[in-house]
Each structure stands twice: as structure tokens, then as C-alpha cells.
């Protein structure tokens, strides 16, 4: 996967912290690396508004709120790291903090689209699945939502986080997609997927495929409180607008009180070009 300078030093950065704490399992604990920094952390009421966590400077003392909005612990640990690294990657406290003391509020897990959040949600996610350690823990895993569930088990994580670093190290076709009722917020894809040609890459604000399972759940906002699931199949091109008839499984998830789902699309059969039209013998 092609990293812009920015993005590499970010998981340049996470590589660090770990090797300088001798981190060697899985799962990371970010609280136990704020305690060793002496840096303060605690869930708060108070952050509304969207937001998930903040950081906070008082003199030469540094502290990390996260939402209790969320009751998940892989929730609260993403937004801890997220706030780490806004602390440890350099630049980052003169830019969110420019008068020095004060707080800044974030919207951690791959939602902002502002450079420097994405710099730490990019942190983030390599400093609590580090590739060697997630790579192996991965290994002989299915590719469906219950394996997921099980590798987020494993790291302490959200399933979003761990859907998208999925995506980032699958050899399998493989896409995670977060929606809001009928309309797609952002969709990771894995190198595999991206290689198929003539795909139209999901953009933000697409419609979901009238028919596929994720509309149907999403149809109701109940089905999306109560955490209920879908399962479906179709075509690779009713999500991505071209003309292959290869097909995909779908898994879908409502994420309660967040309001959005998780879908993810998903084969472990190599892809084939269909054959064309007109190449019969006489």
C-alpha cells in the first residue's frame, strides 16, 4: 500500500513506542503507555458534539478524555492511542495546542478528514495492532464478521478498526464499508479488490445497493440500535459499478448507538474476467 511522508512517519512513530516499551503481545494496553508517560486518562461526560476524546495541557502535565458516550472498551482504546498520537508524533502538540495549555477535542476512528486526525487515527492503529503481531494473529482466520469479531477479541479493538486494518494486510478480496441509513460514509479497500480492473472506487455520500442486505437492515433504524446483522450475496458489481458478474458475500452489522453500520464484502475465490461475448468457434 502506497503511504504519502506524513503517514509513514506517523507509523514510524507508533513502531517506536513500541520497541521502546519491549511491547511483544498482543493485546497493547494505550491506558498502560499513558501511565508510563505520566499522562492522566479519564472517560468524561462531557464530550458531546460528535467528538470522542480530547487532549489536555496544563503546564508541563498532559491528560486524555474519551467519551463515555461509547460503552466499548475497543472505543475507548482507539481514542486513547488516537490522543497519543497527537502527543508523540512531533508537530502535533504545536498545532492542536498553539497557545499551550488548553484542549483539544478529536473525532478518532477514520471519520475526520482533517490531514492531522487521519495522521493519528493512522498511529493509532499501529500502535494497538502492530503489522508483525496482527499479521499473526490474522493467520488461518476466516474473513467473515465473526472472524473479526474474534480478532478484535484478540487486540482489544473496535471491529471498525479492526475491519480496516484487515483490509490493509488481506490477500483476499476484501472491502469494509461504514454507512448512515442509505448513504455510504467511507470504504476500505484491500490491494487484491483494488487490482480488479474497471471498478468504480466508492466515494463518499454513494447510495448502498438498493437490494443488498446492508439497505435492508438500514431501512429500519431499530435493526441499527439493537446491533442486528444481514447476510447476503451478489455481484461485485452492484457495489462498484462495473460489469463483472463475480461474486461477493456480504456481511452486515448495525453498530447501536453510533447509528451506522459496518458491511463487510468479502471472497476467498480468485478473481476471474468473464468471458466475452462472440469468441465461440464456429
Not at 508524533?89 to 475526520?112: A, K, Q, T, Y
Request: glycine share 8%; proline share 4%; aromatic share 8%.
Amino acid at each position: 500500500m502506497r503511504r504519502t511522508l506524513e503517514e509513514r512517519a506517523a507509523i514510524r512513530v507508533a513502531e517506536d513506542v513500541i520497541n521502546e516499551l519491549k511491547i511483544t503481545a498482543l493485546p497493547i494496553d494505550p491506558f498502560g503507555i499513558a501511565r508510563v508517560k505520566d499522562i492522566h486518562v479519564e472517560g468524561s461526560d462531557e464530550i458531546d458534539n460528535g467528538f470522542s476524546g480530547a487532549l489536555v495541557r496544563a503546564g508541563n502535565q498532559f491528560g486524555i478524555l474519551y467519551s463515555n458516550r461509547v460503552r466499548s472498551v475497543g472505543f475507548a482504546n482507539f481514542t486513547v492511542a488516537h490522543e497519543l498520537g497527537h502527543y508523540f508524533i512531533p508537530g502535533h502538540i504545536e498545532v492542536v495546542l498553539p497557545d499551550g495549555n488548553g484542549i483539544h477535542r478529536s473525532r478518532s476512528g477514520f471519520v475526520s478528514s482533517e490531514p492531522i486526525e487521519r495522521q493519528a487515527d493512522l498511529f493509532a492503529a499501529n500502535l494497538l495492532m502492530p503489522e508483525p503481531l496482527f499479521t499473526k494473529a490474522m493467520a488461518g482466520l476466516g474473513l467473515g464478521i465473526e472472524s473479526l469479531k474474534n480478532l478484535a477479541a484478540t487486540c482489544c479493538t473496535s471491529l471498525t478498526a479492526t475491519a480496516i486494518r484487515f483490509a490493509e494486510h488481506t490477500s483476499e478480496i476484501f472491502a469494509v464499508i461504514l454507512s448512515n441509513g442509505q448513504k455510504i460514509d467511507w470504504c476500505f479497500m484491500s490491494d487484491s479488490l483494488k487490482d480488479i480492473p474497471d471498478l468504480e472506487w466508492i466515494q463518499k455520500g454513494t447510495s448502498l445497493p438498493a437490494d443488498s442486505a446492508t439497505a435492508i437492515l438500514n431501512r429500519d433504524p431499530a435493526n441499527v440500535s439493537k446491533c442486528a446483522s444481514e447476510e447476503s450475496c451478489g455481484s461485485i458489481g452492484d457495489w462498484f459499478g462495473c460489469d463483472h458478474s463475480y461474486e461477493l458475500n456480504e456481511d452486515a452489522l448495525g453498530l447501536g448507538s453510533s447509528g451506522k453500520t459496518l458491511t463487510i464484502l468479502f471472497s476467498d475465490e480468485p478473481f476471474e474476467p468473464d468471458e466475452e461475448d462472440g469468441d465461440d468457434d464456429d
